[in-house]
């Protein structure tokens, strides 16, 4: 079974950072990516940022350019660098895990942590 634990979520103001992690553990495959969604309240869940195996990288617009994702495959952790954030970035992040489809959607990952809230306040 595979397991995925997120941490690093909490209360910020607007225009500060946060950094996310998820640890990975359990069943060991090669994901085909692993990536971040958030969901606010009454909102459908979004995609954020994803990191494929072969190391590139996809942003949501909204986040280009203020969020990095990045992967330490020895710990099987991904991270989410989350900078200059912002009263609409307030949500309950997800980390998941995927082994194929398309990296856009939820649909394409088979795996799920908890989420962890992060809230912004303005």
């Known amino acids: 079974q595979v397991q995925l634990v997120e941490s690093g979520g909490g209360l910020v103001q607007a225009g500060g950072s946060l950094r996310l992690s998820c640890a990975a553990s359990?069943?060991?495959?090669?994901?085909?990516?692993m990536g971040w969604f958030r969901q606010a309240p009454g909102k459908e869940r979004e995609f954020v940022a994803t990191?494929?195996?072969?190391?590139?990288?996809y942003y949501a617009d909204s986040v280009t350019g203020r969020f990095t994702i990045s992967r330490d495959s020895v710990k099987n952790t991904v991270y989410l660098q989350m900078n200059s954030l912002k009263s609409e970035d307030t949500a309950v992040f997800y980390c998941?895990?995927?082994?194929?489809?398309?990296?856009?959607?939820?649909?394409?990952?088979?795996?799920w942590g908890q989420g962890t809230q992060v809230t912004v306040s303005s």
């Open positions: 998941a895990a995927s082994i194929g489809g398309n990296i856009w959607y939820p649909s394409a990952y088979q795996y």
């Open positions: 359990g069943r060991t495959f090669s994901w085909y990516a």
């Open positions: 990191t494929r195996s072969d190391g590139s990288t």
